[in-house]
């Protein structure tokens, strides 16, 4: 039996991993999370299966860290400061997390595992009107964010068991919920305010379920 370690996997989208991968009864699920957003509740109704552990702790830990990497086949990590607005509000914070522990595993993997890591879409930066971005575009970031994504997935580059996933925009219910996002927000604000009021509405944005975010990830550990 394979065994993952998850690192934020309490949040929003490592939350509804864990049960797809429980499901399955195929792996071991070790997750590492700081439960920085006091989510514990979401990972409530799992945590007595015997395929799962949780671990409090932070990815910043380079010692327990380097510990589970070396314990697990599959590494994913998740645990990220999300968004550009909360990288710029703490740059520190996010280059930590979201770049040196990348760094941090990618120093502690060896080459019979493998890694699967999100990079945003914010890599490519602004589309014009006449041009739009697809999988073939360089990637140009403007913030902080997509600088850090944008450098992460280039440490991991050179690693032959790596998958890189450009996610669009997520949205769906989750057990760590998130308004923030966009159509979470508009579901939101129609079901609370009754209407929506759309800034820049000429603007495109590509969206992906979480379930189908969680598929992915289930389809490359499982065919690869």
């Given at each position: 039996m394979?065994?993952?370690?998850?690192?934020g996997?309490a949040?929003?989208?490592?939350?509804?991993?864990?049960?797809?991968?429980?499901?399955s009864?195929?792996?071991?699920?070790?997750?590492l999370?700081?439960?920085l957003?006091q989510?514990?509740?979401?990972?409530?109704?799992?945590?007595t299966d015997?395929?799962?552990?949780?671990?409090?702790?932070?990815?910043?830990?380079?010692?327990?860290?380097?510990?589970?990497?070396?314990?697990n086949?599959?590494?994913?990590?998740?645990?990220?400061i999300?968004g550009?607005?909360?990288?710029?509000?703490?740059?520190?914070?996010a280059?930590?997390?979201?770049?040196?522990?990348?760094?941090?595993?990618?120093?502690?993997?060896?080459?019979?595992?493998?890694?699967?890591?999100?990079?945003t879409?914010?890599?490519?930066?602004?589309?014009?009107?006449?041009?739009?971005f697809?999988e073939?575009?360089?990637?140009?970031?403007?913030?902080?964010?997509?600088?850090?994504?944008?450098?992460?997935?280039?440490?991991?580059?050179?690693?032959d068991?790596?998958?890189s996933?450009?996610?669009?925009?997520?949205?769906?219910v989750?057990?760590?919920m998130?308004?923030?996002l966009?159509v979470?927000?508009f579901?939101?604000?129609?079901?609370?305010?009754?209407?929506?009021?759309l800034?820049?509405?000429h603007?495109?944005?590509?969206?992906?379920?979480?379930?189908?975010?969680?598929?992915v990830?289930f389809?490359?550990?499982?065919?690869c």
């Amino acid at each position: 039996m394979k065994k993952i370690l998850i690192t934020g996997g309490a949040g929003y989208i490592g939350n509804v991993l864990c049960r797809q991968l429980l499901i399955s009864k195929k792996y071991k699920i070790t997750v590492l999370d700081n439960f920085l957003f006091q989510q514990q509740n979401a990972l409530l109704d799992i945590i007595t299966d015997t395929n799962f552990n949780i671990i409090k702790g932070d990815v910043r830990d380079v010692d327990i860290l380097k510990k589970l990497v070396s314990e697990n086949d599959i590494i994913i990590p998740l645990a990220a400061i999300v968004g550009a607005p909360a990288c710029e509000r703490d740059k520190l914070l996010a280059t930590e997390v979201n770049l040196h522990q990348i760094v941090n595993i990618k120093k502690n993997i060896s080459n019979d595992q493998m890694v699967i890591l999100p990079i945003t879409n914010s890599g490519y930066g602004f589309g014009t009107k006449e041009m739009h971005f697809d999988e073939m575009s360089k990637l140009n970031p403007i913030s902080h964010y997509g600088k850090l994504k944008v450098e992460a997935e280039k440490v991991m580059l050179d690693f032959d068991n790596f998958i890189s996933l450009r996610l669009a925009t997520v949205f769906g219910v989750s057990n760590r919920m998130r308004i923030d996002l966009l159509v979470n927000d508009f579901v939101y604000r129609a079901l609370k305010d009754k209407y929506v009021l759309l800034f820049e509405s000429h603007f495109k944005r590509n969206f992906i379920h979480i379930e189908d975010v969680a598929s992915v990830f289930f389809f490359f550990i499982e065919n690869c």
